[in-house]
């Protein structure tokens, strides 16, 4: 098993900046990827930004040039560095990751973290 927990998440006004951690633990596991996800309410979740195990990162359109996915990897952790937030950026922000145990992939989220962005 491996446990997500999140912290980060706030109250800003727009154009402010907060940023996001995710510290992954539990038993032996090597993680192939993690990211963050949103949801907005009455909205489906969405997929904000991923980084695998190289490094290589992904975000969706929406947040390019505002948010950054980095990671800690010695210390398991994973951030997102949110910048110009908006009023549309406010959301429950999860932390995801998919890991290999025993040679088996699974996925694991964490409980989330409010963001709000105020105009």
């Known amino acids: 098993q491996v446990q997500l927990v999140e912290s980060g998440g706030g109250l800003v006004q727009a154009g402010g900046s907060l940023r996001l951690s995710c510290v992954a633990s539990g038993s032996t596991f090597s993680i192939n990827l993690m990211a963050w996800y949103r949801q907005a309410p009455g909205k489906q979740r969405e997929l904000v930004a991923t980084?695998?195990?190289?490094?290589?990162?992904n975000h969706r359109d929406s947040v390019k040039g505002r948010f950054a996915i980095s990671k800690d990897s010695p210390k398991n952790t994973v951030y997102l560095q949110m910048d110009s937030l908006q009023p549309e950026d406010t959301a429950v922000y999860y932390c995801?990751?998919?890991?290999?145990?025993?040679?088996?992939?699974?996925?694991?989220w964490g409980q989330g973290t409010q963001v709000t962005v105020s105009s």
């Open positions: 995801y990751c998919n890991a290999v145990i025993a040679g088996i992939l699974h996925d694991y």
């Open positions: 980084i695998n195990s190289g490094g290589s990162t």
